[in-house]
C-alpha cells in the first residue's frame, strides 16, 4: 500500500465526520419529538416524525464512505424527502414555538446533510472521485473545518442544556415579576416589582440572610478544616483503620435520615447547640464530610508523589510541602468542595428548622417556608425570593471559578 | 485528659442547659402560623403587643413556624423536651397527635380546668367540641371556616345568567355553569380529586363520613350516589375537568377563567386583590334528595402544651387571642371567620356581607368528629376518587372498600 | 360522701327583706385540683330563685363590681336534661352527691327542690387565695341578695399541674462521652499498632482523620444507633417513652407488608435511573465545558449550576406548577395532559425531575476532575492521533474514577434516601389501593407515612434499619470492585 492510497483511505471531509456523529444525535432527538407528540395524541405529527426518524435512521446507515458513489444518489434522496417531510410538518403543525424547534430537528439535518453531500468538497467525495491531491488538501482542509463544526456541535449541546435549565427558571422569574399570586398566566404578560420590594423591605428577609451566610460560610470553612487533613491521610497513608475510616463516612449517609431526628436533636440540646449558628454549622460540616473527603482523597490521588518526594529531599517539612505542592494542584476539588459546603448549608431545610425554634435563628430555607400559607400559596413573593437567594450561590460560584481556572493552570504547571 | 475535659465540658453543657424560668417574670413562647408579613400576622403581632402592655409580668416570644411543618416540628419539640408554651392549631391537627403521648402524658393540656364558665359560654358548641379529643379540651377555639359558593358577578352579567341565591338547588348549578361556559371560561372549577369537595356532596345526598358516634359510614348508598353524581360533573355534564387541582381551582377563578368556585373565605382577600368583582351565596340543596349540602366545618385553636411551666399565663394569652375584640380584627381585616357567637350580633360584622355570609354557611356546617380517623379519611376518599375515576371501580365496591380500611385503621 | 372540711364561714348577715336568705358556701380544701376550687353551696329552695351566680376575684370584695362572674347554675325543671358523667363536662358540678344536668349548652342545672350544688370551680390562679361570693338571682336575672354587700368565702388551691418531664440526657451524655473516648483510644491503639509494625511514614496520619472522625461520630453515632435500638422496640406515638422490647416482630411485619415489593422495585429505579442520567448528562456537559476555547464557558457553566443554586423544595414547587394541567409544560406542547394521573406518567416525571435537580452537582464534579488531568497526556494521544472515543475510553475515563467512583456511590445513596421531590410533587400518589403505599412511593416516602401518618416508630425503624442494611451491602461490594478504598500505588 502506497503512502497515496494511505492518505486516501484516511480522508474523510470534516462534514461526513460531523454527519456520521451528529444524525444518530438528531435520531434520538426526533424519537424524543415523537414521545412528545404521543403525550399529544396526535396522529399525523407521530407519523411525520416516525417517518423522519426512520429517514435520518437511512440517512445514517447509507452515507457515502468515499469509494462507493451509487451511495451519494441515494443519500441525496433520502436527506431531500427529509428535509420534504420536516418542511410539511412546519406547515402542517400548529405554530408553537416547540413545533418550529421540532420541526428543525428534521430540516437542519436533512438540509445540511443535502448540502454538503452535493457541493464543495464533501460532495466531491461522495461522489467517489478520491485522489491523492483532493485527499491530501482536504485534509488540510479538515484541520481547520473540525474545530467549527465541532463548536457548532458543542454550542447546540450546551443551548439545548441551557433551555432544558432555564425553562423553569425563566418561569420562576416571571411569576416572580407577575403583580398577584398566582401560578398561571402568559410568560411577560405583566410586570410589577411588588414581590421583590416586599421581599427586601422585609426585615425577616435580612436577617434570615445574614444568618444563612453566617452559616454557609461556617459551613464552608469547617468542612475544608475538616476534609482536608483527613482526604490527605487517606489518599497519602496506609495506616491501620484506613479502610474501615473511609467506608465509616459513607456509612453515616445511609441511615434514613427521618427517623433518628429526635435523638439528633438530644444530641444537639445535649451539647447546647441549639438555636445557634454553630450547632448548624457542625451539623452541616458533617453532613458535607463523606462527599468532601472522598473527593479530596480522589484529587490527592491524583497528584504525583514523586513530586512531594523531590520536595520533601528539597528540604520542604511534610506542612510545606502540603500547602506549597499539593494543595494549590488540588484547588479545584477544594472549590468543588467548598461550593459543595456552602451550597449544602445555605439550601438545607429540615435540620434548620427542627434545631431552631427562633425567628432569629431562622435560616432563608426556613423563612421561605414561612411563605407558604395555610391555603393557597404566595407564589409571587415565594418565586422573588427564589430568585434572590439563588443569587448568592451563583456570586459564589462565579468567585470559585476562578480557582478551578487556576487550578486548571496550575495543572499544566506540574506536566 | 483531653477526653476527660471534653466530658467534663459536656455535662456542664446539660447542667446549664436545663435552667428553670425565673420566678419574676413568666416568659410565654408561642408558636403561630401566619404567613411572614401577612396582614394576619401583622393582627397577631399587635394583639401581642396589647397583652404584654397589659401583663407587665408576662414576655412573650412569638415564633413563626412554617405552616407545613407545625404539626411535625411541635410533635419534635414535645419529644425533646422543648415545646412551645402555646401553640394554633386546627382541629385536624388536634385529632392527629391527640392520641401521641409521651411519659404517659398527652401533648396538650386539657384547657377544662382552666376555664370558667363564663369564659367559655360565648364560644360556638360546634367549635369547642372540634377542640375536644376524647373529653379533654386541647385548645380554645377562635376561627372556623367552610366550603361555600362565589362567583364572579362579572362572568354572570357577560353571559346574562341570573346570580346563584341561596334558593338553588344542583340543577341549577349544573344550568348555570353550561350557560357561562364558553372557549376561555368554565362555568365551575371544581378539585374533583379532592374529598374535602366531596364531602358537601355526600352530605346533600344524606351519606356523611362519619355517623353520630364517630364510626365511618362511606358505604352508605347517599355517599356513592353523591359520588357518582360528583364524578358526573365531568364524565356526563362536562362542567369541570377531572385534571382541575387545588391550585389550578383557586387560579382559574382568580384569572378569571372560572365563574364559580367553592372555596373558604381564606382565599376570599386574594380574589378581591386581583381585581375580581365577587359575591357568595350558600352551598346549593341537591335537587334530587331536597337536603342542603353541608361542607365540613373546620376550626383553629390555641392550645397549651403539656409540659409548659407556665400555664397560666399561657392561657392568658390564649383567651386574649380568643377575645371577641381579637376575634373581630382578624375576621374585618382578614375575613377569618370567628368562633365567638357573640360577635355574630356584632353590627359591624352583621353589615359585612363575606363575614356574615360565611357565618350563615357555617350553620349548615357538618362537624366531624376530632379523632384520629377524621384526619385518615380523605386519604380513603381520595383513593376512591381516584379507582373510580379511573375506572378501576364502581362507586359503591371503592366506598365499602374506603369504609372497610377506614374500619381497619381505627380498629388499630 | 363529700366531706366538708372547713367551714370557713356560714354567712348570717344583715340582709335586708327584701333580698332572699344567703346561700351557705364551704370550700372543701381537700378537693381541690390544680386551678380548681371545691366549693359547696347550701341554701333553702325558694321558688324565686332561678339560679345562682359565683363571682370570684383575689382580693375579698363586697360588691359584683369588683369581682369577676365565673360562671351561673340554673335553677330549673331537669325532666328533659341528662346528667353528664364528669369525666365528660366541660366543668364538674355535683348536686345531691351525683352530677348535675346539663342544659344544651354544658351549662349546669339543679331542680327546682334541690337544696345544695357543689362545683370544682376552674380557672382559679394557682397558690394565690381567691375569693368567692355566690348570688341568688331571680327570674329575671336580678340578684335576689345585695349585690354591694357580699362577705365571699375564700380558699386556695397549691396543687401543682402535671408537667411532662424533660427527657432524659443522661443517655446522650453517656453516649457522646463513650463515643469520643472510644474513637480516641481506638485511633491511640491503631497509631500504635502501626508504630509496632514500623510504619513510620504514616505517623501522622490519625492526628489527620481524628477530628473528622470524631466530629462525625459524636453527632450521628448515637442517633443511628437509637434508630436501630428502635427498631426492635413496640414504640409508638400513642405510648413514647414507654417502649418496650418486640425482638423481631416489626421486621417479621414489614416483611409482610403488602406493596413491600413493588415500592421497593420502584426506588431501586428510581435511584439507578437517576444515577445512570445523572452521570450521564454530568459527564457529556462537563466534557462539553472542559473543551479548549469554547466560548462563553462561563456564562454556560453559570446557567447550568442554577438548578443546584435554587433550593431545591423551591425548584420542586415551580415543577409542580409546571406540570399542572394548565401549567407550563402543557402550554409549551398546546395540551392538557394531567401528568400526575397516571401511575406510568407520575413515575416518569418525578424521575425526570430529580434528574434535572441533580446533574448540576454531577457535571460541577466531573469538571474539576477533568481540570486535574494532565494535559500533556492528551496532547500526546492527539499526536499519536489516537481518536476522541478512544482517548476518552482509555485515558479520561480511569482517571475520573477516583472521582466518579464515590460521587455515583454517594449520589446513589441520597437519591435513594430522598425525599423532598416526591414528597413535594406527588406525596407518593396515585393511590394504587387502600392501605398499600402509592405509586410513586418509595421505601423512604412510605417510612415516613409510617412514622409520621401511622405513628409507628418502631416499625419505621425496622424500615429504616433494612435500608441501613440493603444500602451497606451495596456500597460496600461496589467499593470493593471498584477497589476505590485502596491507595494508590
Avoid at chain 1, 290 to 310: H, I, N, Q, S, Y
Avoid at chain 3, 132 to 138: C, Q
Avoid at chain 3, 172 to 190: E, N, Q
Amino acid at each position: 500500500m502506497n503512502e497515496s492510497s494511505l492518505a486516501e483511505r484516511w480522508y474523510v471531509p470534516a462534514e461526513i465526520q460531523a454527519l456520521r456523529l451528529w444524525l444518530p444525535f438528531a435520531v434520538v432527538v426526533n424519537l424524543i419529538i415523537l414521545g412528545g407528540e404521543a403525550l399529544r395524541a396526535d396522529g399525523e405529527s407521530q407519523l411525520i416524525v416516525l417517518a423522519g426518524a426512520i429517514l435520518l435512521v437511512l440517512l445514517c446507515l447509507y452515507l457515502p464512505d468515499g469509494s462507493r458513489g451509487w451511495r451519494r444518489p441515494i443519500s441525496q434522496f433520502i436527506a431531500a424527502a427529509t428535509l420534504f417531510i420536516g418542511g410539511y410538518s412546519l406547515i402542517q403543525g400548529s405554530t408553537l414555538p416547540y413545533d418550529f424547534w421540532a420541526a428543525t430537528w428534521l430540516l437542519l439535518p436533512a438540509a445540511l446533510a443535502l448540502y454538503w453531500l452535493s457541493a464543495g468538497a464533501s460532495g466531491a467525495w461522495s461522489s467517489g472521485a478520491v485522489n491523492q491531491k483532493l485527499a491530501e488538501t482536504g485534509l488540510a482542509r479538515n484541520k481547520t473545518l473540525a474545530p467549527i463544526l465541532e463548536r457548532f456541535a458543542l454550542h447546540t449541546l450546551l443551548l439545548h442544556a441551557v433551555a432544558l435549565i432555564l425553562v423553569p427558571v425563566v418561569w420562576i422569574f416571571d411569576v416572580s415579576i407577575s403583580p398577584g399570586n398566582i401560578l398561571g398566566g402568559r410568560i411577560g404578560d405583566a410586570f410589577s416589582l411588588e414581590h421583590y420590594r416586599s421581599m427586601l423591605f422585609g426585615e425577616n428577609f435580612w436577617r434570615w440572610t445574614t444568618n444563612s451566610i453566617v452559616i454557609a460560610i461556617g459551613t464552608t470553612l469547617v468542612g475544608l478544616l475538616l476534609a482536608i487533613p483527613a482526604g490527605y491521610a487517606f489518599s497519602r497513608y496506609n495506616f491501620a483503620g484506613r479502610k474501615g475510616a473511609m467506608f465509616l463516612f459513607m456509612l453515616i449517609q445511609m441511615f434514613p435520615g427521618i427517623i433518628i431526628l429526635v435523638p439528633y436533636f438530644l444530641v444537639m440540646k445535649t451539647l447546647g447547640l441549639l438555636n445557634t449558628s454553630i450547632g448548624l454549622i457542625i451539623a452541616y460540616s458533617v453532613t458535607a464530610l463523606p462527599l468532601c473527603v472522598w473527593m479530596l482523597k480522589g484529587f490527592f490521588d491524583t497528584v504525583p508523589r514523586a513530586l512531594e518526594e523531590a520536595a520533601m529531599l528539597d528540604g520542604c517539612t511534610q506542612l510545606e510541602v502540603f500547602f506549597r505542592i499539593v494543595l494549590p494542584l488540588s484547588l479545584p476539588a477544594v472549590a468543588i468542595t467548598a461550593l459543595f459546603s456552602f451550597i449544602t448549608a445555605w439550601n438545607e431545610f429540615l435540620l434548620a428548622l427542627v434545631f431552631n425554634t427562633s425567628n432569629d435563628a431562622y435560616t432563608l430555607p426556613v423563612g421561605l417556608a414561612s411563605l407558604i400559607p395555610a391555603t393557597g400559596q404566595q407564589w409571587g413573593d415565594f418565586a422573588a425570593a427564589s430568585i434572590i437567594v439563588s443569587i448568592p450561590v451563583v456570586v459564589m460560584f462565579i468567585f470559585f471559578q476562578r480557582a478551578l481556572i487556576q487550578g486548571m493552570s496550575a495543572g499544566s504547571v506540574k506536566g | 485528659m483531653t477526653v476527660r475535659a471534653l466530658a467534663l465540658i459536656l455535662l456542664v453543657t446539660t447542667a446549664t442547659a436545663d435552667d428553670s424560668t425565673s420566678a419574676e417574670q413568666a416568659l410565654v413562647e408561642v408558636w403561630h402560623t401566619f404567613t411572614v408579613g401577612s396582614i394576619d400576622e401583622e393582627i397577631f403581632m399587635q394583639a401581642v403587643a396589647e397583652f404584654e402592655a397589659a401583663n407587665p409580668e408576662i414576655d412573650v416570644e412569638a415564633v413563626r413556624i412554617p405552616y407545613l411543618q407545625n404539626l411535625a416540628q411541635f410533635i419534635n419539640s414535645s419529644q425533646g423536651g422543648e415545646a412551645p408554651d402555646l401553640i394554633r392549631l386546627s382541629d385536624t391537627e388536634v385529632g392527629k397527635i391527640g392520641h401521641i403521648s409521651v411519659e404517659g402524658l398527652p401533648l396538650l393540656e386539657d384547657l377544662r380546668p382552666h376555664l370558667t364558665p363564663a369564659q367559655r359560654v360565648g364560644v360556638d358548641a360546634k367549635a369547642l367540641q372540634a377542640m375536644r379529643y376524647e373529653n379533654a379540651l386541647y385548645g380554645m377555639p377562635v376561627s372556623q371556616g367552610a366550603l361555600t359558593l362565589i362567583y364572579n358577578r362579572d362572568l354572570f352579567d357577560a353571559a346574562e345568567v341570573d346570580y346563584p341565591t341561596d334558593t338553588w338547588t344542583t340543577d341549577d348549578l349544573i344550568a348555570a355553569a353550561k350557560a357561562l361556559a364558553s372557549d376561555e371560561v368554565s362555568g365551575i372549577a371544581l378539585p374533583l380529586k379532592w374529598s374535602y369537595w366531596y364531602i358537601p356532596f355526600q352530605t346533600g345526598f344524606g351519606g356523611a363520613p362519619f355517623d353520630a358516634h364517630g364510626n365511618p359510614t362511606l358505604d352508605s348508598d347517599g355517599s356513592a350516589e353523591a359520588l357518582n353524581y360528583f364524578l358526573d360533573l365531568d364524565r356526563r355534564h362536562s362542567i369541570v375537568s377531572s385534571s382541575v387541582g387545588l391550585e389550578s381551582m383557586s387560579t382559574q377563578f382568580q384569572i378569571g377563567n372560572a365563574a364559580m368556585v367553592l372555596d373558604g373565605a381564606w382565599n376570599w382577600n386574594n380574589y378581591v386583590g386581583a381585581g375580581l368583582n365577587i359575591d357568595l351565596a350558600l352551598m346549593p340543596t341537591v335537587a334530587e334528595t331536597g337536603l342542603r349540602m353541608r361542607p365540613m366545618s373546620s376550626y383553629f385553636g390555641w392550645g397549651v402544651s403539656k409540659q409548659s411551666a407556665v400555664k397560666e399565663q399561657a392561657v392568658e394569652l390564649a383567651l386574649w387571642l380568643a377575645s371577641a375584640d381579637v376575634q373581630k380584627r382578624f375576621a374585618l381585616q382578614s375575613f377569618i371567620i370567628p368562633a365567638n357567637l357573640e360577635l355574630a350580633a356584632d353590627p359591624d360584622i352583621r353589615s359585612n356581607r363575606v363575614i356574615s355570609g360565611y357565618l350563615r354557611q357555617a350553620e349548615h356546617g357538618l362537624a366531624v368528629p376530632t379523632n384520629r380517623g377524621t384526619s385518615r379519611v380523605f386519604e380513603q376518599i381520595d383513593t376512591a376518587l381516584e379507582l373510580v375515576l379511573k375506572g378501576e371501580m364502581d362507586a359503591h365496591t371503592a366506598l365499602r372498600a374506603a369504609d372497610a380500611e377506614m374500619e381497619r385503621l381505627m380498629g388499630q | 360522701m363529700r366531706r366538708w372540711c372547713r367551714i370557713v364561714l356560714a354567712a348570717t348577715l344583715l340582709v335586708t327583706t327584701a333580698y332572699a336568705q344567703t346561700p351557705t358556701l364551704a370550700i372543701d380544701a381537700d378537693a381541690a385540683a390544680y386551678r380548681r376550687i371545691h366549693l359547696g353551696v347550701e341554701f333553702a329552695p325558694d321558688p324565686a330563685i332561678s339560679g345562682f351566680q359565683v363571682w370570684f376575684a383575689s382580693e375579698r370584695f363586697t360588691s359584683t363590681d369588683a369581682a369577676t362572674l365565673h360562671s351561673v347554675v340554673r335553677v330549673a325543671p331537669t325532666n328533659s336534661l341528662r346528667r353528664i358523667p364528669i369525666d365528660e363536662a366541660f366543668d364538674a358540678c355535683w348536686t345531691d352527691g351525683q352530677p348535675v344536668h346539663r342544659d344544651a349548652a354544658g351549662n349546669a342545672v339543679v331542680a327546682p327542690g334541690a337544696s345544695n350544688w357543689s362545683c370544682q370551680l376552674g380557672g382559679m390562679a394557682q397558690g394565690v387565695t381567691q375569693w368567692l361570693a355566690v348570688v341568688p338571682i331571680g327570674s329575671g336575672g336580678q340578684p335576689l341578695i345585695d349585690p354591694n354587700r357580699l362577705d365571699p368565702v375564700s380558699g386556695r388551691t397549691d396543687v401543682a399541674d402535671e408537667r411532662t418531664p424533660p427527657p432524659d440526657t443522661r443517655p446522650v451524655v453517656f453516649a457522646l462521652s463513650m463515643v469520643i473516648v472510644v474513637a480516641t483510644s481506638l485511633l491511640i491503639a491503631l497509631r500504635w499498632w502501626d508504630a509496632r509494625r514500623g510504619r513510620t511514614r504514616s505517623r501522622l496520619a490519625h492526628y489527620y482523620v481524628a477530628p473528622a472522625l470524631i466530629a462525625m461520630a459524636t453527632l450521628t453515632f448515637y442517633p443511628i444507633l437509637y434508630g436501630i435500638g428502635l427498631a426492635f422496640t413496640d414504640a409508638d406515638q400513642s405510648r413514647l417513652g414507654d417502649e418496650s422490647w418486640a425482638g423481631i416482630s416489626n421486621f417479621i411485619t414489614v416483611l409482610g407488608s403488602p406493596g413491600l415489593i413493588r415500592v421497593t422495585l420502584f426506588t431501586f429505579v428510581w435511584a439507578v435511573s437517576n444515577v445512570v442520567f445523572h452521570v450521564a448528562f454530568g459527564l457529556v456537559l462537563a466534557l462539553a465545558l472542559n473543551r479548549a476555547g469554547l466560548k462563553g464557558r462561563t456564562v454556560y457553566r453559570t446557567i447550568l449550576l442554577l438548578p443546584w443554586a435554587i433550593p431545591a423544595y423551591i425548584s420542586i414547587l415551580a415543577w409542580n406548577g409546571m406540570l399542572q394541567p394548565d401549567g407550563l409544560i402543557n402550554a409549551v406542547l398546546g395540551i392538557d395532559t394531567d401528568y400526575f394521573a397516571g401511575v406510568g406518567s407520575a413515575r416518569t416525571v418525578v424521575i425526570l425531575v430529580n434528574i434535572w435537580l441533580g446533574v448540576p452537582f454531577m457535571m460541577m464534579s466531573i469538571s474539576g476532575a477533568l481540570q486535574a488531568l494532565p494535559k500533556d497526556m492528551f496532547e500526546a494521544a492527539d499526536l499519536d492521533g489516537v481518536d476522541r472515543w478512544d482517548q476518552f475510553r482509555y485515558l479520561t475515563l480511569p482517571n475520573l474514577k477516583s472521582t466518579l467512583v464515590p460521587i455515583s456511590l454517594l449520589s446513589f445513596i441520597w437519591t435513594f434516601n430522598s425525599f423532598n421531590t416526591i414528597y413535594l410533587l406527588t406525596r407518593g400518589q396515585p393511590y394504587i389501593g387502600f392501605g398499600e403505599p402509592g405509586a410513586t412511593d418509595t421505601l423512604i416516602t412510605y417510612i415516613f407515612a409510617v412514622a409520621f401518618e401511622y405513628g409507628h416508630y418502631g416499625l419505621a425503624a425496622a424500615w429504616s434499619v433494612l435500608i441501613f442494611i440493603l444500602l451497606i451491602g451495596f456500597s460496600w461490594t461496589y467499593l470493593q470492585r471498584t477497589r476505590a478504598t485502596e491507595a494508590p500505588a
